[in-house]
């Protein structure tokens, strides 16, 4: 038997010279020093604001200037703004506030708005990927072009359409407007089609209709981009301020955002309030995403790679 030796020879590079190694030091320390930069940028007001909910009042806005540790670090730590929000203060009790109220009201509008908006926004999605009918891109056109259309140029024909309906000041103004949403049909449309379609010949085969082919062969395949679209939508329901302050008159309906701005009057800004407010309402948004970045992180890299 002969034995057979290969022998690989790696052949190294010339040694860098100690400019081009300070060059590449250099470089490195600038490319991270500019990322460092960016986190303060986008990090520091959000910590300002989370500290400045538990320091008084007079306090927030008095170590400003010059910039010291106590621009960020509270003098005298406090919890009576978010005691003040939730009504268990003097304070509190005095202004009505019930804070766990709004969020209560804010949550159950955006939960009902992202189950009942994916159920009919996935059909139309799957309505535009998979079935072939005359016109249909004319149509996916038109429904994608709704899209630059300025909501404050629909508002008030939606707002009347909604008093004449009986649905002003209730729950129901703030829900039903928001079931069909253009951007996530586009968007659930464009991943589906990613679909391999031969999964649905042979859901077919197997007798399979096309509402089960939809609900055991698409929306399993389809998770990763549901939960994409499910916190992009829980979050634009979370923060709206707009709709809520014209459709709702009645304070025990009212919805986190506008509770926040109430803290401001003619008069005065309570700082610590809106702070307490801010950081409160940051929570859900923040715990939603934490839960379900699995999911929307492989959503979003799906959608980039074959979009």
Aim: glycine fraction near 6%; hydrophobic fraction near 55%; include cysteine.
């Amino acid at each position: 038997m002969e034995n057979t030796n290969t022998n690989i020879n790696i052949v190294a590079g010339p040694p860098k010279s100690v400019s081009q190694k300070l060059k590449d030091l250099g470089l490195y320390i600038g490319e991270h020093f500019l990322y460092l930069i960016l986190v303060i940028v986008f990090i520091a007001p959000l910590v300002w604001m989370v500290l400045g909910s538990l320091r008084e009042e007079k306090e927030i806005f008095a170590n400003l200037y010059p910039f010291t540790i106590h621009t960020f670090l509270p003098i005298k730590w406090t919890i009576n703004t978010y005691l003040d929000m939730f009504g268990i203060s003097e304070v509190g009790i005095m202004y009505g506030l019930e804070f766990q109220k709004f969020m209560a009201n804010s949550l159950f509008v955006s939960v009902c708005v992202v189950s009942c908006s994916l159920i009919f926004n996935t059909m139309g999605a799957y309505f535009f990927a998979r079935l072939d009918f005359p016109f249909k891109n004319f149509l996916l056109i038109f429904v994608v072009a709704t899209m630059l259309i300025p909501f404050q140029a629909t508002i008030v024909p939606l707002y009347i359409v909604v008093k004449d309906l009986g649905m002003n000041n209730s729950f129901w103004g703030l829900i039903i407007p928001w079931f069909a949403s253009p951007f996530v049909i586009f968007a659930l449309a464009q991943f589906i089609k990613e679909i391999p379609k031969e999964l649905d010949e042979a859901a077919t085969i197997d007798g399979a209709s096309l509402w089960g082919i939809l609900w055991n062969v698409i929306i399993p395949n389809a998770i990763p981009g549901i939960i994409t679209m499910a916190l992009l939508e829980f979050q634009f329901i979370w923060n709206l301020f707009y709709w809520p302050l014209i459709v709702i008159n009645s304070p025990d309906l009212q919805m986190i955002q506008v509770a926040i701005a109430n803290q401001t009057t003619q008069t005065q800004i309570f700082w610590g309030r809106t702070f307490a407010g801010s950081t409160l309402a940051s929570l859900p948004v923040i715990i939603v995403f934490l839960a379900l970045q699995k999911w929307y992180i492989q959503g979003v890299a799906t959608t980039g790679l074959k979009g």
